[in-house]
């Protein structure tokens, strides 16, 4: 597109149609209400087979999907991700080891807007997504807001921010792409052409813009020409057969050579003057305060409260426009500021009351204006000591290398002395340059000293030899001859160099669209603009919420934004404002890992809170690094979050799944468990049954009430072998179930695995209802589990075999009658209470 504006397309390149941004391309832009009710028809996702079944979710509340390492979980996370626009996303690859590709990964969304009826939205990778995912927020770890930079330190970026970054290294790659392309042509030899003559002024004023007509004009050639340079030629031999005024006329030349060097000395000596930094300071001190100066004013209306920074020279550019103001237009020949009867504040025109009234409104108004024209004059002015560096002549002893070789031939240490001059003055310009693109002080650089008194005796002296030589010359005017001669030879070498001048400007006229361009990849107003926008994000309500999110983590952290800006790109450094860091010490030698997620976790939540919408949220394993304290910590935190909005949570970890369920619990949130396994040796398979580690026992001896229903069925058809192979699981089971009946039922939960906490409350009484004739209960069955379960070695010792579905029938009762038993006299036990 940006060749195409500059007519650089070759042959066969179409430039693409720019695309608008809109909201739908902006992840939690959109204002509709969504809710995601199921993810289904997943192919060429991973290894999950084509077919599976689908993957629900609760409608309200909290759902927490639990799956092992390896189950699928990851392949589901990455299709959101893809699909709701995550700030991070991964490449989605079919089953490496299928013969055939079948497609590119595709599932379908089934979702809720608004009040409507649930709706199927397919969705294909590298397509656009239904703009309406976009509304679902996905975070992961790779998807957080906190990073640690290339400094090792603790930054913020704000989610979308990256686009600037993105945008300025593609201009980058655009301009080095460009400068590649962009027609090449090495210098014209004007070694014999002095610049004095016509030949070698048009050769300097030589451009893309030159004509055909001028150019023919300054080749003009004819054998009248030939002639009369052969003639001036022969008469300036002559002329100069003597050696007196021969050395004299060279002598004199290069006098004249050495006093040109003398006045660029003047001129590079005069512009890297420390006077000429402090000016050149003072200059971007003046930018750098206007700029800022115009961006106060052009802040949205200021509070009433009185400012701070009055005494900040941001605050007396304001102050000198309003006296100007007074002065010259509202209150003329009265002193700044008139507080006479009935005066009026010259910034909000309102009477003169302790309050002041609406004054600040109309101030910006005006002082918009004025800090803008003033930052344009300082920019102006700063340009302007851009240009006249810029055409300093650094190079000034290899273009002046005949005067040079004298000067150093008459005096060795003024030319020593003059070389590291040049050396040093080449640094400080670059210094000084590189001071106005970057808006920052210069380097101190001492400039030894330019030797030019040494320079002015080298050139009395010259003149003083120049003068004993022409007295002793016979007085010819051989400067005439010489002069005319000049202009005819270099006009003769240029006509030699036709051509090299014809492709040159050929080149040179080729080469100045790339050169517009070119410049239309400059970065900088990306970076302004960036700048802008991320900081005007990061307002002092989206600060408060982030240390209140961190407050109530019980996260003993207070930060401060700090912005730092890079080419296209503004992060915020993370700073610790409740304690003092040590010079040189970053936040990340301070906070630890899990403090740093902990911290990510909040900014997340306080955008959202920041957003003021309550579309879905959907984490990918949020506590991984967490211990069981903040784990717990978490769980609480987005079981409060679903009361406001739908939240789905992809985890392995078993104890934050009970944490969620926890949480939900006491939160009185409804909870969806669902389960993400493998279904034979295919990941994938969707359960809406809670984890098996996570059950409660009724619904543990309901799940094997279910398997011991299926084992019935096939127990004809499989032998002893096969049989004991699904059976023996059933005990393995059944032994846990008992060990949970112990946690959960007989002590109530007051301990409880997978929790660090100890409950203690009035259900603490109903362990007492657990006797002796419930204790040989349990010890009988739960040994028997034991001898069957494979995890012991005794089977095979004691040569024990697997029971028929009848007895493992009777097995399943026992456990469930002594629950029930426990249960009831329980609840005997609390009415007598």
């Given amino acids: ?111 809720t807007i608004g009040n409507s009826q649930p709706k199927e939205l397919q969705w294909t990778d590298d397509t656009n997504a239904h703009k309406i995912l976009g509304n679902i927020c996905v975070f992961d770890s790779k998807c957080a807001r906190i990073i640690i930079d290339e400094d090792n330190d603790v930054v913020y970026l704000p989610y979308g921010a990256s686009v600037f970054h993105d945008l300025a290294t593609l201009c980058q790659k655009f301009k080095h792409s460009l400068e590649a392309e962009r027609p090449q042509q090495a210098p014209i030899d004007t070694t014999d052409i002095p610049n004095v003559t016509q030949a070698g002024r048009f050769l300097a004023t030589l451009n893309a813009n030159t004509t055909v007509d001028a150019l023919n004009a300054a080749t003009k050639w004819t054998p009248e020409d030939d002639k009369k340079l052969r003639k001036l030629n022969i008469e300036i031999a002559k002329a100069t057969a003597e050696d007196p005024k ?55 209306s200021l509070p009433q409260e009185p400012l701070p920074g009055i005494e900040q020279n941001e605050w007396k550019y304001l102050y000198e426009a309003a006296k100007e103001y007074s002065i010259k237009v509202a209150y003329k020949d009265k002193d700044f500021p008139f507080t006479g009867p009935d005066s009026l504040c010259v910034l909000c025109m309102q009477p003169l009351s302790q309050q002041a009234q609406e004054r600040l409104q109309r101030f910006k108004s005006f002082m918009e204006q004025t800090t803008k024209k003033h930052l344009e004059t300082v920019e102006a002015e700063l340009l302007i000591t851009l240009k006249m560096l810029a055409d300093l002549d650094l190079e000034i002893l290899e273009s002046y290398k005949d005067a040079f070789d004298e000067i150093s031939a008459r005096n060795k240490p003024c030319a020593d002395l003059l070389k590291a001059y040049v050396e040093k003055a080449m640094a400080k310009k670059m210094s000084m340059e590189s001071a106005v693109q970057t808006l920052s002080a210069t ?83 990306i970076s302004i603009r960036g700048r802008q926008i991320v900081s005007a994000a990061l307002t002092k309500q989206f600060k408060d919420l982030l240390n209140k999110e961190l407050h109530n983590f019980g996260a003993q952290i207070q930060l401060t934004l700090e912005p730092r800006g890079t080419i296209g790109k503004t992060i915020h450094k993370l700073r610790l404002s409740n304690c003092y860091l040590p010079k040189d010490a970053n936040v990340t030698d301070i906070l630890s890992e899990g403090e740093q997620r902990i911290v990510s976790i909040a900014s997340f939540l306080a955008e959202l809170e920041a957003c003021g919408h309550s579309n879905p949220i959907v984490f990918d394993d949020p506590v991984s690094s967490l211990d069981h304290n903040w784990r717990v910590k978490v769980a609480d935190r987005l079981a409060r979050e679903s009361a406001k909005r739908q939240v789905i949570i992809f985890t392995h970890d078993i104890f934050f799944t009970t944490a969620i369920m926890h949480a939900a619990k006491i939160a009185n949130i409804p909870l969806t468990p669902r389960c993400i396994q493998h279904f034979g040796d295919k990941p ?62 007989v002590f109530q939960r007051a301990v409880q695995r997978f929790d660090p906490r100890v409950s203690i409350n009035m259900d603490i009484m109903k362990v007492t209802v657990f006797d002796i004739d419930d204790c040989k209960i349990l010890l009988t069955a739960y040994k028997k589990c034991c001898d069957i379960t494979e995890a012991h070695s005794n089977i095979a010792v004691t040569n024990t075999l697997i029971p028929e579905p009848d007895e493992i029938s009777q097995d399943l009762r026992i456990l469930k009658d002594w629950v029930n038993n426990i249960k009831a006299k329980q609840e005997a036990l609390k009415k007598s209470s």
Wanted: charged content about 20%; overall charge positive; glycine content about 4%.
């Fill in 684 to 745: 994938g398979s969707t359960s809406d049954e809670i984890p098996w580690k996570a059950t409660t026992v009724l619904q543990s001896i309901d799940a094997l009430e279910k398997e011991l229903s299926q084992l019935r069925q096939t127990r004809s058809i499989k032998t002893t072998q096969e049989y004991a192979q699904v059976a023996q699981p059933i005990y393995s089971k059944m032994r846990a179930t008992w060990e949970n009946a112990i946690e959960q039922i």
């Fill in 443 to 525: 380097l101190t650089i001492e400039l030894p000293t330019c030797p030019i008194t040494d320079i002015e005796n080298i050139l009395t002296s010259m003149e003083q030899d120049v003068i004993k030589l022409e007295s002793l010359a016979s007085p010819q005017n051989l400067a005439t001859l010489n002069a005319e001669k000049n202009e005819i030879a270099a006009r003769k070498k240029l006509v030699e160099i036709k051509l090299s001048v014809i492709q040159y400007r050929s080149v040179l006229k080729r080469s100045l669209p790339y050169d517009l361009c070119i410049r239309g990849t400059d970065t900088n107003s």
């Fill in 246 to 300: 021969q050395q004299a006329i060279r002598l004199r030349n290069l006098r004249q050579r050495i006093h040109d060097l003398k006045i660029g000395l003047d001129k590079i000596s005069s512009a890297l003057s420390d006077k000429s930094v402090a000016t050149l300071n003072t200059k971007i001190s003046q930018v750098k305060i206007a700029q800022s100066a115009y961006a106060i004013a052009s802040q949205q």
């Fill in 1 to 111: 597109m940006l060749k195409a504006h500059y007519n650089l397309l070759t042959s066969g390149e179409i430039a693409p149609t720019p695309k608008p941004l809109v909201p739908s391309d902006i992840p939690g832009a959109q204002a509709e209400q969504v809710s995601l009710l199921a993810i289904k028809n997943l192919a060429n996702v991973n290894a999950i087979p084509p077919g599976s079944r689908p993957l629900t979710f609760g409608d309200k509340g909290i759902t927490i999907i639990y799956g092992d390492n390896a189950s699928g979980k990851s392949g589901y996370a990455r299709v959101l991700k893809k699909a709701c626009r995550a700030r991070h996303t991964e490449p989605i690859y079919p089953d490496v080891r299928a013969q055939t590709l079948t497609g590119p990964p595709s599932a379908s969304f089934v979702v």
